[in-house]
């Protein structure tokens, strides 16, 4: 069955930097586009950044780009999302997912920003 598995959140400083994982399984990960979501308390969930099935073109929401960056290596079946320049407004639960046929997510990571 389908899983995809992040890793990587945690509490960092305002300024820094972390890296997210997702180890996908179940399916023909090199076939799919991957992208990651996130969620704030009291906010919809919104989508941060996807990464085509031959990594051939990225797409960021507004308010990251510039400072994140999706990737992806197929030989590991794992998407990653680098962080930098970590703002507390990206404070939230990370979420890995395939779609649109799959429409899988992950359990999802949280990141906090705080000093």
């Known amino acids: 069955q389908v899983q995809l598995v992040e890793s990587g959140g945690g509490l960092v400083q305002p300024g820094g930097s972390l890296r997210l994982s997702c180890a996908a399984s179940?399916?023909?990960?090199?076939?799919?586009?991957m992208s990651w979501y996130r969620q704030a308390p009291g906010k919809e969930r919104e989508l941060v950044a996807t990464?085509?099935?031959?990594?051939?073109?990225?797409n960021y929401a507004r308010s990251v780009k510039g400072r994140f960056t999706i990737s992806r290596d197929n030989a590991k079946n794992t998407v990653y999302l680098q962080m930098n320049s970590l703002k507390p407004e990206d404070t939230a639960v990370y979420y890995c997912?395939?779609?649109?046929?799959?429409?899988?997510w992950g359990q999802g990571t949280q990141v906090t920003v705080s000093s």
């Open positions: 997912y395939v779609g649109p046929s799959l429409r899988f």
């Open positions: 179940g399916f023909t990960f090199s076939n799919y586009a």
């Open positions: 990464i085509t099935s031959r990594s051939v073109s990225q």
